[in-house]
């Protein structure tokens, strides 16, 4: 595109360029010419320290020759690209054009490469080290500055190891967020929440939410006011995707660390986060690449978005306590279980006691969470005996304190051997 507004300036600077180099031309023209005064010993006459004089010689043809060379080669160059005002040049060559046709080759060379990954899905991908290197440098090149070159994020930017998506943590979702932009809007709500004590209420009640320390009695009057944040975060306080309002339960935070000061000020002043969009820098194949590898960073565990796997049964062992997790409203043990079970099989046969304790998440009515605990406790009592444990060794047994918090890690069935 030219630079200028009208043809003036176009004309005015073609013009004093050809008038300059013809004004060269003209000037060895001249000067080829006319002789200066010249004294009988060819000398201009003018003598310097007694016998430094100036020679009156002629330019030397060679010299002269170079000169009319420049000359002419200012005329083809000028002809050939840009130079002239806003003439393009006969070759119609551009810096963009340039650019663009660089590109272009360079991604010609690397389609055969791309042409591979064309029938993987993120699942393949995200384990094809291939693939997972050329995301490794796109990450690095483009993203590491706001989300850190671990990809785990910092205050304001987005942790994309952990299991929170604040935008949907689906492929599908994640190439969106990276191809569209995100624009994540927190509206100010104190006048919405009432005094300076109501915002300081509420804050402790959402930071009850994720079972963060609190002041419960605090928490229990700001209980109330949550109802003006449910439009986005949900009346569970679990989120929304389609607006990219987090979830407050899960303990996971990222603009502050997650106590009363940092909540009060979300709440007083919001928050607007903006992800820039990525679909014009990259190729649809390299964005394909990148939301694997930001996929598979998040937890992406082969078979299941990331979300779901959160949200699955799976068993550990912590300092010799076995501990059963169960999906959200479920009593199923999960499958893979048998190795911590024979565990406390031979536990048990070494003559020790399995105490079985069931645990639940504080989501849904106390009555029912009761009942899932019980359910839960006994699912994995029968499994013992299934395999061979005596139920006089088994002992069933309320947990001391039902835990506060929702999430995965509340619910559960501990089993100890005592
Ligand atoms: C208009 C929708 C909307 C409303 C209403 C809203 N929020 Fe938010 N909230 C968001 C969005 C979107 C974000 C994420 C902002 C970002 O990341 O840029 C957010 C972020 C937060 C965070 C920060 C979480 C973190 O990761 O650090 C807290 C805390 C929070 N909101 C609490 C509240 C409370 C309490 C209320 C009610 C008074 C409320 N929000 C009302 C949309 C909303
Ligand atoms: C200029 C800083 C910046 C850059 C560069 C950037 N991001 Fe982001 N990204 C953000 C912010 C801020 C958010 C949170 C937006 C919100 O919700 O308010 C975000 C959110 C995201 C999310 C959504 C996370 C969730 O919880 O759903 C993904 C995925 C993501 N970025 C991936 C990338 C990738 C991949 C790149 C590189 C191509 C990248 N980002 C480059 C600032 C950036």
Redesign the pocket.
Known sequence: MSDFTSNFWSVFIAGVTILSILACLALLVISGKTKAMTAADNTTGHVWDGDLREMNNPLPRWWVGLFVLTCLFAFAYLYLYPGLGSYPGSLKWSQTGQFDAEVARGNEQVAPLYARFAGMGPEQLSKDPEAMAIGDRLFLNNCAQCHGSDARGSK?F?NLTDKQW?WGGTPDKIHETIAKGRM????P?AA??GSPEDVRN??NH?LSLSGAPHDSVRANLGKE??M??A???GADGKGNPA????N?TSG?????P?VEA??VN??NN????VMPAWESKFTPEQLKVLTAYVWGKGGGVPGAPAAAVADAASVSVENGIVKFFFATGKADVASGADKALAEIVAGVKAGKKAIVSGYVDSTGSAAQNEELAKQRAVAVRDQLKALGVDEGSIDLQKPDNVEAGAGAQARRVEVKLM
Do not use: Q
Request: charged letters at 5%.
């Open positions: 304001g987005p604040n994540g809007v927190m509206t709500m919405a929440v509420l804050a959402v006011k949550f003006v944040c439009a986005c975060h607006m990219g309002a987090p407050l996971i935070f990222t603009h502050g997650g940092h909540i979300m709440i919001g928050k607007t986060g």
